[in-house]
């Protein structure tokens, strides 16, 4: 196929292109598994942005690792693995590729790892749930309040030993401003240690007791994986945390110095030398994957037979218990004449699909109030223990689409869109889009809105006045500003 001198690598587009050719030729009852593996290692290339592909250790095992975060088995992960060597091993028989013993090296690592310490990992579903207790850290109380804060605070320093973390003292804390909330939430004037945990008294056995006893004890609660020790735990949680993030398997088993049993895969990656400022970049990229909270927009829907004003007497009912979400329940008005009169009404766009922004850890919290009239959308492929967030220019086009808009829709600079009293403008949304009209005048709405007040002539020779969101415009003979 090419030049196998000994100083030629094998680009990855090569590679994958024998690979493709050579499942797809396949004929016997393994095709399948041929076709699935060479896909999987296509997935994983894509996903970790590698343009070349040397087939070493280094790169199987980081492809070994990405089956176990994407939630393949064990049995599967090893049937993909001896399928790509069958086929690398045939194109070296055929002198299109060099040989290497990488394939066999990553094979008797997998083997060694075997099937039960796979399944015993750590798995999306539990770190996701350990991810929203971390991010729900500041609503919590006693010995929980203290366990989550301890881990917390290490694994935002780089998985800190805990009983350093423990030992801290309040002039020696700091950290960025996820650390500075919890010193604010567990600092005492009267007290010289970081962590209420009876530091002065104890001896440091009676203290690394008492850690595990309220840490053990939160785990339980929680039923989430414990991982031998506490910071064996943590040295899990985050090497999840840091091939979630995007981070190579040798890369994460590097900046802790071994593998987490938590993860097992991650035990067939060799280590490297990182550089202070990298270790510095991964510390403050993993740390965020346990706190960043932003308030995004969700979809409930409506029991059968609840009408939304259920919904919204029951947040009046619970304002003293529950933070009512920003709501987004639009409708169009309807004109309905009744004899001589003129009736309006207003209709909702979908009538059971109630939209609402919300930080993910206070979703729950939410439901257990109003899940009897409503249900949040989850992810699916999470067993409904994920809520599926709406992805912001989705939500916006629809936004766009029905003429209607949230609060926090931005559209332009402050004055950049009011146009001139008769001035040219162009409707680009909602149910007059692509009309061309004359501005006259400007009202508030009583949400606060701007309306705009436009004449135009309608496709019989009418003339009609209408008032549109000042979103839905832009003048004529420039560009569409709304994002």
Partial sequence: MHDNSENKSDTSVEILDYFQSAADAVTSAAAPAYRKAVSSLKTFLKARNIGFLPVSETTLADWIAFMYLSGISYKTSSLYLNSISGIYKNAVEDGAFQPTDSFKIIKAKLKEVGEESWQRGLKDNDFNRFVNLCRSASRLTGDSSIAVDLLLYSLLNGCRPIMETAMLRKENAAGGDECDAIISRQSDARRKYLFDLRQSVL????????????????????????????????????????????LSAQM??????????????????????????????????????????????????????????????????????????????????????????????????????????????????????????????????????????????????????????????????????????????????????????DFKKIDKAADDNTIYRLQFLGDNGFEWRIGVDRRLLRKKKSKTIVP
């Fill in 203 to 246: 001896t440091p056995r009676q203290l690394s007791q008492l850690i595990q006893k309220i840490v053990i004890d939160l785990f339980k609660e929680r039923n989430l994986p414990y991982f031998n020790t506490i910071d064996e735990t943590l040295r899990s949680y985050w090497a999840y945390a840091s091939l979630k993030y995007g």
């Fill in 252 to 437: 994460t088993v590097s900046f802790l110095d071994v593998a987490p049993s938590g993860i097992p895969a991650l035990s067939l990656a060799s280590k490297e030398e990182i550089l202070d400022r990298k270790r510095f970049a991964m510390t403050h990229a993993v740390g965020e994957m346990f706190v960043q909270n932003p308030l995004r927009w969700y979809a409930m829907r409506l029991r059968p037979r609840v009408k939304y004003d259920e919904l919204d007497k029951r947040f009046v009912a619970l304002k003293d218990e529950l933070n009512r979400p920003d709501i987004f329940y639009p409708c169009e008005e309807i004109a309905k004449r009744t004899g001589k009169k003129l009736k309006f009404e207003k209709k909702p766009v979908i009538s059971d699909i109630v939209f609402f922004r919300s930080r993910v850890t206070d979703i729950f919290p939410m439901f257990t109030k109003i899940g009897d009239i409503a249900w949040c959308y989850t992810t699916p492929g999470t067993n409904g223990r994920t809520y599926a967030a709406i992805p912001s220019a989705a939500f916006r086009q629809f936004q766009e689409t029905i003429g209607q808009f949230t609060p926090e829709y931005e559209v332009a600079n402050i004055g950049e869109l009011q146009p001139d009293e008769d001035e040219k403008v162009v409707v680009i949304g909602g149910l007059f889009q692509g009309h061309e009209a």
